[in-house]
Structure formats: C-alpha cells, structure tokens
C-alpha cells in the first residue's frame, strides 16, 4: 500500500486536491446534521464530545478507503458489490441505501420546511413547492449551476467557530470532555450517539466519495493526494460539528433550553449576531437543506442502478431511463409527503432519520471492508491490518450502540 | 437445470455416492456460436477449490446434483485452458457490450441447455428483469411473471446470444475471444462511439486500447461531446495518442486537440508526422468557425493540360484513409483554381479527353476567414458535395466537404433550439414531449407566481402588519410574468430571424425604439383595463376606497413593469449577440427565467411600497 510519491506532493498539488474534500465536507453539514449536534450540545453539554475525534479518525478511515477503491478499480461502490457478492447481496446492500438516503432526504425536507417556517412560510406551502423545485432540477440536473451558491450560503454554518470564541467557555472543561469519554444510560444519549455517527459518516458519502474520483479518472498515482483530500475535508467537518456542540453546550445547555424546533437551535447564535441569529440561522438551514436534497435522491439512484445495470444519468430520458428517473421522483413524494403530515415534529424527524442512518451504516461497511481487503479486486492497495481493524471496531461500535440502545428502549428507560 | 444461477452451489456425487463438493462454476470453450461447457469446477471441504474436465467425468445431472461417473479417487484434475472462459467468474454481474443492441448491460444470470445425456451448452446471457428476479429468489420470478401475465403484459426473457457479447473487463485477464465472435471492433464507428459514451472513464480508455489505432481514430471522431474526446485522448499513451490524430482527417484532429491544454497539443503534434503536422498546424491557424477551421487539406487538384487518365491514376495512387473524393480540381499554370469536374464526368468521359475541355469554369468557392455557417448555406445553396476554400489568388488551400457542413447545420440548429428554449434533445422539433418537461418549459410562471405571492405575504406582514393585503398584487402578478415572458420570446425569434447585415452594425438603436412603443401601449392597455375593472366592479367608490387604491395602484405599477420589461429587451439581445460573438451557447430558457425575475422582484417591490403607503 506504501509507495513513494512524495515527489508529487508538491504544495500546488496538495492545494489542488483539497477542493472537493472540503466541499463535501461543508455539505455534510446538513440539516439532520446541525440538528444532531444541537441537541447533543443543548440537551448534554459538552458530555458527548467525546465522540468527536473518534469520528474524525473513523471518517478519514471510511472516506480513504472508499477512494481509494475508487483510484484502483475505476469503478462505482456499487458496481463493485455487485460484482463481488452478487445480486442477492446487493439487493440487500442496496435496500440498506435506499433506506438510509431516504430517511436523510425526508430530514432534508424536514430541514427546508423548518427553516422557511423561520421566515413565516407555512410547511403546506414550502414543502410541496420545494419538493417540486428539487424535482425539476434533478431530472433536468442542472443544479450544479446554482450549487456553488448553496454551498456558499451554506458556509454561514461557519459562524458557529466565531459564536464558540465569544461564548467563552470554560476551554479546560471543553478540553477534558474531549479526551474523557463519558457515557450517560439512557436510550436517549445512545440514540444520539448513534445519530452522531449517522450523520458523521452517512452511508451516502461512502458512495459520494467513490463516484467522484472515479468520475475523475484517477488511478493508483492519485492515491496520495486523494488522502490529503479526505484528511482535509474529514477533520473539517468535525471540527466544525464539535464546534457547534460547544457553542450550544455552553449557551442553551446552562439555559435548560431543550432543542425541540429551528428556533431553539438558532438561539445559540444570539450571543455574535443577536437578532440576525434566525435569519442566518434559518437561511444556511435552507441551503444546505436544499442542496442535499438535490444531490441524495440522484446518488441513491444512481448507485441502484448501476448496481443492477439500468441506465442511469440526468441526460437520459423518461424512455431510456425509467427506472432511474422513477426511483429519483418516488424519494422525493414520499419526503415530501412524510414532512407535510400534520402533527409531525420536524426536529424530531431529522435526528431519527440520522439514528437510522447509522443503524443502516454497518451493513454498507461490511461491504467496504470485504472489498477493500480483497486480493484480486485491489491488488497491492488492499487494506493494511490497522485499517481493517479500524473498520471492523467502527461496525463493532455501532453495532453494540445499537443494541444497546434498543435494549434500554425496551427496557423502559 | 436451465440457469447458471440454478445449478451454482449444487453437490458434486461421485458413482460411489460420496459428496465431493459444491458446483462453484463452470468452463466453456470460447470457440463455438453455442459452446459447450468443458469443465466443471467446484469447492470440496475446506473451501479447496477444483475443476475436472465436464466431458471425461459428468454422468449426468439434475435438480438434486451433479452425478460424476467415476470414483472419486480416479477422477484427474486440470487447469483451466487458454481458450475457456469462467461463467460465474467471468461474466455473471459483470457488464458487457450487446454488440446487437448496442448497449451496455449487466449479466443477471446465464440460459443453458442440455443436449444429449449430459452435454450442455451455453445461450446467452440474461439481462432483463426475469434474470433478476431469478437470481434474488426463483419464488419471486414465478409469483411476478404470473402477475404479470395476469396484467397481460408477460414479461419476456432478454438473452445476448454468446456470438454478440462482449466483454469489457477483458483487459485484466487473458480472455481469447472465438473468431466467430461479433466484437465491438466490427460495429460502425458512430456506434462504438455510441457504447463508448455510456461506460465509466476507467472502461473508456480500457475499450480504447482493444481497438487498433484506424478504428479508434474513427470512433473518437464520431464522439459528439467534445470534451468527452479530449479526456479519452488524455487517457491514452502520447504515443498512441499521435498516431491516431495523424489517421484522422486533419480537419477533426484539428478540432479534438484544440481541447487539450497547449503542453499535451504540442507534444502529440511533435510526435506525429511531418505532413499531419503540417496540416493540422495550418488549420489551427485559422480562427474557429471559420471556413478555414473546417476544412481539409485532402483533395484532388491537377493542372488543366492533364488527361482523364492522368486524374483516375492520381486517385488511385492515394493512401486509403484519403479523405472521400467528390471532385477534382484544375489549375492553371500558377496554381489557381481554374475549373472542377465530378467525378462522373472523370468515369464517363474518354481516356485521352483533357480536363480543361470538361471542367465547369464557373467555380463557387469561399474565402478562408467566412464563417462555417455561411460556408454550410453556400453548398446547400448550389447543392455542392465540397467547396473549395481559397486565397486571394486562387490558391486552393483546402475543400470542405459536406459531412463537416452537415455538422456545422447540426450544430447550429441545435445552438437556435436552445435559444428558443427546446432541448435538443427532446426529439428536436417544437414542444417539449413529456408533459412535465412542457410544464418546467412553459408553465413556470405559476411557481414564480407562488413563490412570489408568499414572499409579498410575508413581507407585508413583517412591515405593515397586513399580510392579507397580498391578495391585491397577488392577481395583478400574472399579467406582469408573462408580458416579460413574451418579451424575452420576442427577443428570442428576432435574434434567430436576424441576419447581419454588410455592415456589420448591431440594430440597437432600432429594435430599442420598436420595443418601447410596444412597451408603452401594453402598459397603456393593462393600466386601462385595470380602471375598467375597478369601475365596473366598485361603480360609486364611496365604499370600497381602500381596495380601490390599492387594485388601481397596483395595475398602475403592472403597467409601469411591464413597459420596462419591454424597454430593457434590449439588453437581452445584446446579451445574445454578445455570447454569439464569443462562442458561448446560451440557454433560452435561462433568459426567460431571468426576466421573469427581474420582472417579478421589480413588480414585487412596487407594488408592497404602493400597498403599504396605501394603508398609511
């Protein structure tokens, strides 16, 4: 797996790399994202910090080496589970995609109705117009025009490093909360452990990952800098999330302020920008809402389809592509049919769809570890014994967390 | 046992009765239209893999099992041979070309069928729903076919007969394909190019390489995504890369490397011949989109004293990959074109015939720097095959010939069906076909409009207090989305009717005059009809004075938008000559949505002010 390329390393180079990384980085923090972490930070302070550099060093594991397979076969994540262990196998793998990415759409549309409901918009209005505008711009895929807008606005997010700085925390207690694990029974602290590595490592992003370099074309020389990528854009992502625990853990934890919708969540911005809090809050909520939810339904289908060898692409029609475009409209009525319900809590929604994210994660790595680690698919940059591993206690982590957590739910905790 | 999917994980019997293992897979001989399975390898205890030969040991075979005839201490074991391939190994899940249908598809399992006692033979590959189902369980395929029969749709099984697969990942292992086989390299090369469009970066450049260096040259020709060329072009070695840019037609190697960046152009133009060089530096010279650009430098020119026997030599004695010959050229002692002559005049007339007594002397031919699209209505116009290109003194530099002109017309009606907000690939003509799609063309307004009215809704609420007040610009909106709707429409057909004139000066100052006259009686016409509304619906205002104002203020900004949006159309038109200048194809539908903003946020705005002074 080691072969020198630091020749290629060059500052340029590495620059270069880290673009999508950090892009993909910015879009993970989504809405069922900002709502896990505020409600770790609101409802148990800084207790589940912890979990946080774990999470980064599981992420840049899962993220390398799904890229890794990428450079080496050129082929999906997909294809090659197909390939490998056949079409019952895949069936179920992709059951387990389906699934997860459309509970994560569902808390996108969660998202987006929660934060237009910030401006005023009712969710009977915002959600069916919404989902009818995510509709024609992935059928036509021409979302990538306005996807640099998004992520821009999405960037407001950002704000919540400042926020942490200005709320001035005690920084010694944030730190040994870091280092020390703490663990609390109640089934509700495991769910959200769960969710936290749902939403951290989602399972679409196993597949995001894969499809970017090989759309790219990248092969085995690129490996390096595909690393530095994912390092990049994984410790990114948690440094953020752990920043908006600590910026909620410090202001609406000592408050008491549980979050139950948008506007609690937007409170702990109150301290940089006071009144302006729901509006930023509200408008990075709306876009990074919009953009995921332009970009899962199109990746699940996608990954189904190639798994099964149907056609698949924006640039296919109705006739030649049915199945892709039918599986892309099917997510999104039943996203958007789920939000609209009467009665439904939106906050609620978008943290279960994460708990069920991560519950469906270890099916989906299973899958990546069998592949990575295989001889003939990936030659010489199979998986060392440290990244096996590293998968394996990840699988193992979730699984016991799971178990756990549905122990004490049915122990009635 | 009609499937591999069914007869996978079956026990291996000896004679004696004892299990040796489970059937893992099988070989065929790769030489035949149906060929027969010659081997069977299967795993004993221990995961220990095996393979024996099918015909020596395989009694026969059943739902139950494989039946071996010998005891398992007599039976010998082989290797797998150059020639055979692996079913499950080498193409169960993996994708292959349908070299019929010309597609790529994935294998969901594979038709046998036995012959005799206890020979097999393969079919084909299963690639349709029936396979898959199959393979997920065979409960499945039973309960959805006969649901589907009931339906009376039955769902028929989609088999690739082995003679028209082929495979893709044959790179990675020694696969020897049978001659008899119909492979990817004998299909034309629109449709290899075709196949190629559909497959993964990774298997582009793999397919590459198994064509030899003239098909890949004419299949890299025929990609229509310019880009998608480059990048195959980028995957190959710089040496291949030369080669096959030296057998195109200059004209298209010329057109593919200006894609690439200048280090990687430079280094397969070094790399190549002289003469190809030559060639295709000339054409680079010439701006793009111009006569120049497209033309090659193969044809057939001779001076006008030669006979016709002197022209049918020189045609023979060209190289084959010459570009096709529509005409022979004649020159006058200095080299300039004097007269052509069709082919046919060449076969008809007699061996010692000079040229110069059967050529047509009235030549039409273009100037270097005339743009394509010019060139393209010049040969449609005198019905020409090809049409010489040349310099102020005659000099033949090159000839256009009609497929280059046929993909200026194509590429230039696509450029206009865009502007005019039809994809082209819809089916090319008129409305878009799928009612939805016809929805996101034409019908968006009523989304704007929604979105729009919720947006006053909230705003009204926020500053006066009256969000109920939205109602009155709410039913004055329409008018004012589609009046710029139809402006932008109309920019659209005057820009594509529009031809230059000699001059070359652009008709703003016109066009600007036209739209504002329209502009000022459509919002003369709106004002008007909104004072006819209010008068009939509220005939002594005493009442009803607020709605009053606030109809009749909102019509008057309807109106006031509306001449705007008329008035500023020009700048529309400028936007499209601008793009047309610098190469850019513009979405027509991009700048109708556009107007139909700006229109809308102006109208918004206006009309929320006019609201709330209204109520103050």
Redesign the interface.
């Known amino acids: 797996m080691a072969r020198d390329h630091t020749d290629k390393l060059t500052l340029a180079a590495v620059l270069g790399a880290m673009g999508p990384g950090l892009l993909a980085a910015l879009a993970g923090n989504d809405a069922g994202g900002i709502a896990t972490y505020s409600s770790a930070g609101a409802t148990y302070g800084y207790r589940t910090l912890w979990i946080l550099p774990i999470m980064a060093v599981l992420l840049i594991v899962v993220q390398e080496t799904a890229a890794r397979c990428g450079c080496v076969t050129g082929k999906g994540f997909a294809s090659l589970i197909r390939e490998k262990f056949g079409i019952r196998r895949s069936a179920l793998a992709m059951a387990a995609l389906l699934i997860a990415n459309t509970a994560v759409t569902i808390s996108e549309f969660a998202g987006l109705a929660s934060g237009l409901a910030l401006f005023g918009v009712p969710k009977t209005i915002s959600v069916p117009l919404m989902g009818l505008v995510i509709w024609l711009l992935t059928m036509a895929g021409s979302f990538r025009r306005i996807e640099r807008v998004l992520l821009a606005v999405s960037c407001v997010f950002v704000t919540y490093v400042v926020a942490a700085f200005m709320v001035g925390p005690n920084w010694g207690d944030v730190a040994t909360s870091t280092v020390i694990p703490h663990l609390v029974a109640s089934p509700d602290y495991v769910s959200l452990l769960v969710a936290t590595i749902g939403t951290t490592i989602a399972p679409w992003m196993i597949f995001l990952a894969q499809n970017n370099v090989v759309d790219k074309n990248a092969d085995e020389s690129d490996i390096p800098l595909q690393r530095v990528d994912t390092v990049s854009g994984s410790v990114l992502a948690c440094a953020i999330a752990w920043f908006i625990i600590v910026t909620t853990g410090s202001v609406l934890f000592p408050a008491g302020i549980g979050v139950s919708d948008a506007a609690d969540a937007a409170l702990a911005l109150e301290p940089i920008v006071g009144p302006w809090s729901t509006v930023l809050f509200a408008a990075g909520l709306v876009a990074a809402s919009f953009l995921a939810a332009c970009v899962l339904p199109g990746v699940t289908s996608s990954a189904i389809c190639e798994a099964f060898g149907w056609e698949r692409g924006a640039d296919r029609s109705w006739d030649e592509a049915p199945v892709y475009r039918g599986i892309i409209t099917a997510v999104i009525i039943c996203a958007a049919l789920l939000v609209i319900l009467p009665g439904v809590n939106l906050f609620e929604i978008m943290m279960s769809a994460q708990v069920i994210n991560g519950v469906l994660l270890p099916v989906l790595l299973v899958f990546l570890v069998f592949i990575a680690s295989d001889k003939i698919i990936m030659g010489t940059y199979r998986n060392g014994r440290v990244w096996n591993i590293l998968t394996w206690a990840t699988i193992a982590l979730i699984t016991v967390l799971t178990v756990v957590m549905f122990a004490l739910m049915l122990l009635g905790f | 046992m009609n499937y591999l999917s069914e007869m996978l994980k079956l026990p291996v019997v000896d004679v004696a009765g004892e299990k040796l293992g489970v059937v893992n897979d099988l070989g065929i001989a790769t030489g035949e239209v149906f060929p027969h399975v010659t081997s069977l390898a299967f795993q004993g205890p221990g995961k220990t893999p095996f393979m024996i030969s099918w015909r020596k040991y395989v009694d026969h075979i059943d739902e139950t099992g494989v039946y071996l005839k010998a005891v398992s201490t007599d039976v010998r074991f082989s290797y797998l041979q150059p020639d055979e391939v692996l079913l499950a190994r080498d193409i ?4 292959i070309v349908d070299t019929q249908g010309m ?1 790529v ?4 399992d594979i038709k046998l069928s036995a012959t005799g006692e206890n020979q097999l033979r393969l079919l084909g590959a299963e ?1 349709g729903a029936r396979g ?1 189902l199959r ?3 065979p409960a499945c395929e039973r309960i959805v076919t006969t649901l589907a029969k009931c339906l009376g749709r039955p769902l028929k099984e989609e088999i690739i007969a082995w003679s028209y697969m082929d495979l893709l990942d044959r790179s990675t292992r020694d696969i020897k394909l049978s001659v008899s086989h119909k492979t990817l390299d004998e299909l034309h090369p629109a449709d290899i190019a075709d196949i190629i469009e ?1 497959l ?4 582009r ?1 793999q397919v590459f390489n198994q064509l030899d260096t003239a098909q890949a040259a004419e299949a890299i020709g025929e990609i229509d995504d310019d880009d998608l060329a480059a ?1 195959v072009l980028e ?1 190959m070695s710089d040496r291949d890369a030369s080669s096959m840019l030296a057998l195109m037609d200059p004209d298209d190697a010329a057109a593919l490397i200006e894609e690439l960046d200048y280090e990687k152009a430079e280094k397969l133009l070094r790399l190549m011949g002289v003469k190809e060089e030559k060639a295709i530096r000339t054409l680079l010279g010439y701006e793009e989109d111009t006569a120049g650009r497209i033309m090659t430098s193969e044809f057939v020119a001779l001076p006008a004293t030669a006979t016709v026997a002197d022209a049918i030599e020189a045609i023979r004695a060209l190289d084959e990959d010459f570009e096709s010959i529509y005409y022979v050229y004649t020159l006058d002692p200095a080299g300039a074109l004097t007269g052509v002559l069709s082919l046919r005049a060449l076969i008809v007339a007699e061996a010692d015939a000079r040229l110069s007594d059967l050529s047509y002397r009235d030549v039409v031919w273009v100037a270097p720097d005339l743009d394509q699209e010019d060139v393209a209505d010049e040969m449609t116009k005198y019905n020409l095959a090809a049409i010489p290109v040349c310099d102020d003194a005659r000099h033949i530099l090159g000839i256009v010939t009609v497929d280059d002109a046929l993909d200026v017309i194509a590429e230039e009606h696509e450029e206009d069906l865009q502007i005019a907000g039809v994809g082209a ?2 089916g090319g003509s008129g409305e878009p076909v ?1 009612v ?1 799609g016809w929805f ?1 063309h034409r019908q ?1 307004w009523l ?1 704007v409009w ?2 729009a009215s ?1 947006i006053v809704a ?1 705003v009204l ?2 500053l006066g207090g009256a969000p109920e007040l939205f109602i009155y610009p709410m039913c004055v909106m329409p008018v004012v989305l589609l009046a710029a709707n139809r402006a932008v429409a109309f920019v659209k057909n005057y820009y594509l009717e529009y031809s230059e004139p000699e001059d070359g000066g652009k008709p703003y100052l016109g066009f600007f005059v036209q739209t504002a006259f329209v502009g000022l009686v459509l919002g003369a016409v709106i004002y008007l009809c909104g004072q006819l509304v209010i008068g009939a619906a509220y005939p002594d205002g005493a009442a009803a004075s607020v709605i009053d104002e606030l109809l009749s203020s909102c019509f008057a900004c309807a109106a006031l938008v509306a001449f705007l949006s008329c008035a500023t159309s020009v700048a529309y038109l400028a936007i499209l000559f601008w793009r047309d200048e610098h190469d850019r194809n513009t979405s027509g539908n991009a700048l109708s949505v556009t107007a139909m903003l700006v229109a809308c946020a102006l109208y918004s705005a206006a009309s929320v002010a006019a609201t709330l002074a209204v109520v103050a």
């Open positions: 169960l899940n993996k994708q597609k598809v994935r294998v969901n690639v898959l393979s997920l369980h559909q993964d970066p990774r298997l450049a990048e995957g690939t819809e799928h939805f996101a968006y989304l929604a979105v919720g909230s609420g926020a």
